[in-house]
């Protein structure tokens, strides 16, 4: 019985009754899991499995993607971190768990910190999305790309919550080999 509730109540976060466009608002979030161009297409994809909800724009230095959508018929009532919860459960599971949002950067752009670590053996999406998302969970890292047909690693941080040092030191015990420049 609890198995068949869990199932219909995931079924109305993925197929949630249509949203009209009058109702629908652009709303901004960061993406996770949109570590390089490539995987636009997927998210794309993803958000096509979402009824009401639009891709509006894509910005791949920030991993900001607005979306149309209404979030309290898509989401219901709640606080503003309550929402952007649910619609974080809502992407994950219509992409089972490669993608998800997070809150917008609130750390001011010309106070982050651009890291580059060169990086060998990247020879898949999946382990592309491996060492993308050991870096990306980090406190302090507020954006990050990983590609390894540039086999480079690309991380915008808040240099007074990590360094380049850990993001290294986590990329290792993810035994992810790391090139010397």
């Known amino acids: 019985m609890k198995r068949m509730i869990a199932v219909g109540l995931l079924a109305l976060l993925l197929y949630p009754a249509a949203v009209s466009a009058a109702d629908a608002e652009t709303v901004k979030h960061r993406v996770t899991g949109l ?38 018929k898509l989401l219901g009532k709640g606080n503003e971190k309550q929402v952007l919860e649910r619609f974080d459960t809502l992407i994950r599971n219509a992409s089972s768990h490669t993608f998800g949002v997070r809150g917008l950067c609130m750390t001011p752009k010309e106070k982050l910190l651009r890291i580059e670590i060169p990086v060998a053996g990247l020879d898949c999406r999946g382990c592309e999305l491996s060492a993308y998302e050991v ?23 808040d240099p007074e919550k990590t360094t380049k040092g850990a993001l290294e030191d986590a990329l290792k015990k993810r035994n992810v080999t790391l090139r010397t420049p």
């Open 35 to 72: 570590f390089n161009k490539e995987r636009e297409a997927d998210l794309r994809e993803v958000v096509k499995k979402l009824t009401g909800v639009t891709i509006v724009a894509i910005d791949f230095d920030t991993s900001e993607v607005t979306f149309s959508y209404d979030p309290q």
């Open 135 to 157: 870096i990306f969970k980090m406190d302090g890292v507020e954006q990050a790309t990983c590609s390894f047909k540039a086999g480079m690693m690309t991380a915008l941080i």
